[in-house]
C-alpha cells in the first residue's frame, strides 16, 4: 500500500508502479471514523441477516413458500453485508489493492447479488399475487417445491447473466487503456447500459409494481367486505379470516419492496447521466444500506421474528425439540 507521506505530496496506490492511481487524500481521523463506521455497518447486517436465516432454518412452523423467498433474500443480504468491507476499503482509500482479477469475480458477485435481490422481490411479488387474488389455487400453484426451484434458477440465472456481462465488459481491453493501475470499474457502453438497465430493473420492477398495485386493490375489496359483514353481526368464516391475514402478510412485504425500490431507483438514474463519483458512491452505499434495513421491517411487522429472535439470543433452539415450537401461539414465551 502506499508509503506515509507528508499531506502536500500526492500518495499513489502503488509507488513503484508509474501508472499507479492517485490514492484519496484523507486525515488519520477521517480514516478512523470512516473505517469504523462501515465495519459495524457490515457487522450490523450480517448479524440481522443471520438471525432471519436461522429463525426460518430452525423452526419448522416456517418452512412455508414464502418465508423461503424471504430466506433466500436474507443469504442475498448477509452476501453483501460480508463484501462490505471490502467495498469501504475501495471507497476510503480510493485504491484496489486486490489484483485484476479479483476485481472481475468481485464484480460479478456484487452484480449478482443486486439482480438476485430483486429476482426475489419478484418471486415474493407473484407469492402475494396468487395468495391475495386467487387463495383457493394457493395451495396447488405455489408449493414448496416449485419455490425451491424458482429460487435455484434466480440465483443460476443472476450468476450466469451477470457473469457474462462483466466478462464480456471487463476483459474488453479497448476500454481500459486510459486506465491506471490501483483501479477495478467495469466498462460498460451506453447500449450495455441502457440493455442491462431494462432487462435487470425497470422490467422487474414494472412487474412488481402491477402486481402489487392488482394486490392491494383485491385486498382492499376483501377487507371491506370481511369489516361489512362483521359490522353486520355475521359469522366470518376462516376463509375470510385467512385472506385479511394474507393481506396484512402483503402489505408487509409490500413495504419491503416500497423500501428496495427507493434504495435502488435513485442510484440506477444517475448511473446513466454524468454526475461526480461522491455522488455516485452515497447512492451506491444507500443501495448496500438497503440490506440492513429488510430485518427490521420483519421485526417491526412479523411477531414470529421477534419471538425467534428471543429464541435464538437466550439459546433455547438448543434445547430438544425446539424445532417444533409453535412460535405463533402466544404462550410460547
Not at 26 to 49: G, P
Not at 104 to 112: C, K, R, V, W
Not at 249 to 257: E, Q
Request: net charge positive; hydrophobic share 45%; proline share 3%.
Amino acid at each position: 500500500m502506499a508509503h506515509e507521506t507528508e499531506d502536500h505530496e500526492t500518495q499513489y496506490c502503488f509507488p513503484a508502479i508509474n501508472s499507479s492511481c492517485i490514492k484519496g487524500k484523507r486525515s488519520n481521523h477521517e480514516y478512523k471514523i470512516m473505517y469504523a463506521f462501515f465495519s459495524l455497518l457490515s457487522a450490523w447486517t450480517v448479524f440481522l441477516n443471520l438471525l432471519v436465516i436461522i429463525s426460518i432454518s430452525h423452526f419448522k412452523k416456517l418452512h412455508t413458500p414464502t418465508n423461503l423467498i424471504i430466506l433466500s433474500l436474507a443469504f442475498a443480504d448477509l452476501f453483501m453485508g460480508l463484501v462490505m468491507p471490502i467495498e469501504a476499503t475501495r471507497l476510503i482509500e480510493a485504491c484496489w489493492y486486490f489484483g485484476d482479477i479479483f476485481c472481475g469475480l468481485y464484480s460479478i458477485f456484487i452484480a449478482m447479488l443486486i439482480s438476485t435481490s430483486l429476482s426475489n422481490l419478484v418471486l415474493i411479488a407473484v407469492d402475494r399475487y396468487v395468495a391475495v387474488c386467487h387463495p383457493l389455487q394457493y395451495p396447488h400453484k405455489i408449493t414448496t417445491t416449485k419455490t425451491l426451484i424458482s429460487i435455484c434458477l434466480c440465483w443460476f440465472c443472476s450468476s450466469g447473466y451477470m457473469t457474462a456481462c462483466v466478462i464480456n465488459r471487463y476483459f474488453d481491453t479497448t476500454h481500459r487503456t486510459d486506465m491506471c493501475y490501483g483501479v477495478c470499474s467495469v466498462m460498460m457502453g451506453f447500449a450495455w447500459i441502457v440493455t442491462d438497465l431494462v432487462m435487470s430493473f425497470i422490467f422487474p420492477c414494472i412487474l412488481i409494481i402491477t402486481l402489487y398495485l392488482r394486490i392491494f386493490y383485491v385486498a382492499h375489496q376483501q377487507v371491506k367486505v370481511i369489516n361489512s359483514l362483521m359490522k353486520g353481526g355475521k359469522c366470518v368464516m376462516e376463509g375470510s379470516v385467512r385472506r385479511k391475514s394474507e393481506s396484512k402478510a402483503a402489505l408487509t412485504l409490500g413495504i419491503i419492496v416500497t423500501v428496495y425500490l427507493l434504495c435502488y431507483i435513485p442510484y440506477y438514474i444517475c448511473s446513466l447521466s454524468v454526475i461526480s463519483s461522491t455522488t455516485i458512491n452515497i447512492l451506491a452505499w444507500v443501495l448496500y444500506t438497503n440490506s440492513g434495513l429488510n430485518p427490521l421491517i420483519y421485526a417491526l411487522f412479523y411477531p414470529w421474528f421477534k419471538k425467534t429472535v428471543k429464541h435464538i439470543l437466550t439459546l433455547k433452539i438448543f434445547q430438544p425439540a425446539s424445532s417444533l415450537v409453535d412460535i405463533f401461539t402466544k404462550h410460547q414465551l
